[in-house]
């Protein structure tokens, strides 16, 4: 059974920083990348990041442009974790983030549907 588990979100102050944590663990998970979103208070979710490898090999990572320069993904391998690194947080941040995991090509890493597995996700709360 494939299981991500998030860790790490919570209350902060505007220009604040947080660190979310995403382990992946499952004798059958077979997956080129992990990324996050975030779902915002009445909206939809969107795409935040995304770290692509192959093999133990950085291939791509990529930002939403509202988290460019803020945000920083990263993985490490011999963990099967990825990280998110949130700086100079702002309330329009808040939101809860969902780690997500997939074998999928560069050309559709925004796109939620083609992420085959979920985390159960994690609360962001960025007070002004």
């Known amino acids: 059974q494939v299981q991500l588990v998030e860790s790490g979100g919570g209350l902060v102050q505007a220009g604040g920083s947080l660190r979310l944590s995403c382990a992946a663990s499952?004798?059958?998970?077979?997956?080129?990348?992990m990324g996050w979103f975030r779902q915002p208070p009445g909206k939809e979710r969107e795409f935040v990041a995304v770290?692509?490898?192959?093999?133990?090999?950085?291939?791509?990572?990529d930002y939403a442009d509202s988290v460019k320069g803020r945000f920083t993904i990263s993985r490490d391998y011999a963990k099967n974790t990825v990280y998110l690194q949130m700086n100079s947080l702002k309330p329009e941040d808040t939101a809860a983030y969902y780690c997500?995991?997939?074998?999928?090509?560069?050309?559709?890493?925004?796109?939620?549907?083609?992420?085959?597995?979920w985390g159960q996700g994690t609360q962001v709360t960025v007070s002004s």
């Open positions: 499952g004798r059958s998970l077979r997956n080129n990348a």
């Open positions: 997500a995991a997939g074998d999928l090509t560069r050309a559709r890493r925004l796109e939620a549907r083609v992420y085959d597995y």
């Open positions: 770290i692509i490898w192959s093999g133990s090999s950085l291939y791509y990572a």
